[in-house]
């Protein structure tokens, strides 16, 4: 399975973004795919996960500014990015987890936000 990010870009501060994770086929047994972000020299951080059942979770950051969904039948997951701030810079990564304990990662899409 191959995961590929797209969408990031360099955008001003306020402005927003979306960004989109396409698996290549349906994952079997994908239980969670998610977002996360590493800036340059900090440790790769979680920044919204959403479940099988539905339910999402938010890095305490960027709640009520970003919102993680999906499209099933397209195996695809997004992530729009609203208000953006220079301290979201950063390069975004999806991921997919499965109940095997596989970690599927794509290959990061840079997010830039000037102030």
């Known amino acids: 399975v191959q995961l590929q990010a797209s969408g990031g870009g360099l955008v001003q501060a306020g402005g927003s973004l979306r960004l989109s994770c396409a698996a290549s086929r349906k994952i079997i047994g994908v239980n969670v795919r998610g977002w996360y972000r590493q800036a340059p020299g900090k440790e790769r951080e979680l920044v919204a996960t959403i479940l099988n059942n539905g339910l999402t979770n938010y890095e305490d950051s960027v709640k009520g500014r970003f919102t993680i969904s999906r499209d099933i039948a397209k195996n695809t997951i997004y992530l729009q990015m609203n208000s953006l701030k220079p301290e979201d810079t950063a390069v975004y990564f999806c991921?997919?987890?499965?109940?095997?304990?596989?970690?599927?990662w794509g290959q990061g899409t840079q997010v830039t936000v000037s102030s």
């Open positions: 991921s997919a987890k499965t109940v095997y304990e596989m970690v599927y």
